[in-house]
């Protein structure tokens, strides 16, 4: 199956600094790049939808200037999280969808846990 | 807004128990998914559902779509230690996945 990789997979940030995670699509072309948010025992939260090349549509109350989301080329999005701080103490996760025939397929990467102290 | 809402919030059961987890949307899906994620790890894909109806299985797990498209269920029969996780249903609404909130399964002994 379509495989979908995340960068790093673990990070520790100090409050204030800014964040960069990589979501790559290796054996396929994403159009489309999803990134969600899980805080400990609760679920999968969409914060944004990444369309190649234009600007990414966020959700209702996830602030567009602190997530900043970058989906330059079909197999690559990236999310910075500026200024973090605590309360960003997050896993978040990205998910790739590929149009297969008629139905399309997301491809959920690994995620990447942010601990920001 | 879109909700897709899923209980029970938590299953406790014996090993060879059945289990059930049921997801409800209030607008009707075009497909459905479900996921399981382990503690620690992330949700990995188990099937989708498109069909008004649609009635899978997997082994012991049994996926069911609902006629009027706004609800879905997972059926375990008789679990094992290996089935313990949470599992997510996702409903497909205007091209976005949103997910429910998860049934969290532990399978005792």
């Known amino acids: 199956g379509a495989v979908v990789s995340q960068h790093p997979s673990w990070v520790i940030c100090k409050s204030g600094t800014s964040v960069k995670i990589e979501c790559r699509s290796l054996?396929?072309?994403?159009?489309?790049m999803f990134w969600y948010r899980q805080f400990p025992k609760q679920s999968l939260m969409l914060m944004a939808t990444?369309?190649?090349?234009?600007?990414?549509?966020?959700e209702q109350g996830v602030e567009k200037d602190k997530f900043l989301i970058n989906h330059a080329s079909l197999t690559l999005s990236t999310l910075t999280v500026t200024s973090a701080h605590p309360e960003d103490s997050s896993f978040y996760i990205c998910?790739?969808?590929?149009?297969?025939?008629?139905?399309?397929?997301?491809?959920f990467g690994p995620g990447t846990r942010l601990t920001v102290t | 807004g879109q909700q897709v809402m899923q209980i029970p919030q938590y299953q406790h059961v014996q090993e060879g128990e059945d289990f059930t987890t049921y997801c409800n949307s209030s607008?009707?899906?075009?497909?459905i998914q479900w996921y399981k994620q382990r503690p620690g790890g992330h949700p990995v894909f188990l099937i989708q559902?498109?069909?008004?109806?649609e009635v899978k299985k997997q082994k012991r797990l049994t996926f069911q779509f609902g006629e009027a498209k706004k609800n879905s269920s997972l059926h375990i029969t008789a679990t094992q230690t290996t089935d313990v996780g949470t599992y997510f249903c996702?409903?497909?609404?205007?091209?976005?996945?949103?997910f429910g909130q998860g049934t969290e399964l532990s399978v005792k002994p």
């Open positions: 998910s790739a969808r590929q149009r297969v025939g008629r139905v399309y397929e997301q491809y």
């Open positions: 054996d396929f072309q994403a159009t489309t």
């Open positions: 990444s369309n190649e090349g234009s600007k990414a549509t966020y």
């Open positions: 607008t009707t899906l075009s497909n």
């Open positions: 559902l498109v069909k008004s109806g």
């Open positions: 996702a409903g497909l609404q205007g091209g976005k996945l949103i």
